[in-house]
């Protein structure tokens, strides 16, 4: 069967969906400047699909009058996942974690060039987390990141990964080695690597060809929350998180 579409498309859409993809490759929040010399497009042309791209929620912009990748465009690739709602069937298990342990939540997805958190449950404590909804993280330094490096297959993750390891002046065989050891133990662990005296521990959810579809985190204080090999919590987790693997493989 030809697959092949032919006749004349929508080159303002087309040239559209170009400028997201060179923004989602990034991996910073992005100028219309370094937008413009990304994709070859003069300022003024390039502002009107800025405009159109951030009012329909595929762009969000900080305080910067930066761009990068926004909300509705997160919705669409989490729909991507499957015919049910990922984050509705994870919620309870968050809210369960939430009051378990009264620690913050997350629950985070691929996003073609890194993880972004969709859903965050947070703690009684007010406390930063360095963590938004919609808003890329990083793969190295989170666990979520490392648990999608170590589990998504190396031909999806490795352009994103070494350029974050080349930007944070990482080792590239000492991250393979913490990547051999998240599979071996099943969850990742990171200590102050975002915001100082925080810490965070992640384990992998998996759909239903055995492919890591989602992660979930729990973020706390250092020192309060136990990342230690026998920690009741991440044991809990770990358990949390196979339960609803399976959920979601039955669910398809």
């Known amino acids: 069967m030809d697959t ?5 498309g929508i080159q303002s ?7 997201l993809k060179k923004i989602a ?7 219309i400047t370094e937008i413009s010399e990304l994709c070859e497009i003069s300022k003024s042309k390039l502002h ?41 069937i994870a ?6 974690l939430r009051e378990m342990f009264n620690e913050t939540v997350f629950l985070s997805i691929w996003g073609g060039n890194g993880p972004y958190p969709i859903e965050i449950e947070e703690s009684r404590r007010a406390i930063n987390i360095g963590i938004q909804v919609g808003s890329k993280t990083s793969m190295v330094l989170t666990t979520s990141g490392r648990l999608f490096a170590a589990y998504l297959p190396e031909q999806e993750t490795s352009y994103y990964l070494h350029k974050e390891l080349l930007e944070h002046r990482l080792s590239i065989d000492d991250f393979q080695k913490e990547l051999s050891a998240i599979k071996d133990t099943g969850y990742s662990v990171t200590e ?5 005296g925080i810490v965070a521990v992640g384990c ?7 492919k890591i579809t989602a992660t979930i985190s729990i973020v706390g204080i250092k020192g309060i929350l136990d990342l230690s090999s026998q920690s009741e919590l991440i044991k809990f987790l770990k358990n949390e998180c196979m339960e609803l693997s399976h959920l979601l493989r039955s669910k398809h």
Not at 192 to 196: F, G, K, M, T, V
Not at 204 to 210: I, Y
């Open 48 to 88: 009107r699909y800025l405009t159109s791209l951030y009012r329909t929620g595929f762009l969000q912009r900080n305080e910067s009058l930066q761009y990068f990748i926004g909300p509705a465009l997160i919705q669409i690739g989490n729909n991507a996942v499957g015919p049910s709602d990922i984050k509705d």
């Open 4 to 8: 092949e579409m032919s006749g004349h």
């Open 13 to 19: 859409l087309e040239l559209g969906i170009q400028i």
């Open 25 to 31: 490759e990034e991996n910073t929040p992005l100028s």
């Open 192 to 196: 102050e690597s975002l915001i100082p």
């Open 204 to 210: 992998p959810v998996f759909g239903k060809d055995g």
């Open 91 to 96: 919620r309870p298990t968050l809210i369960k």
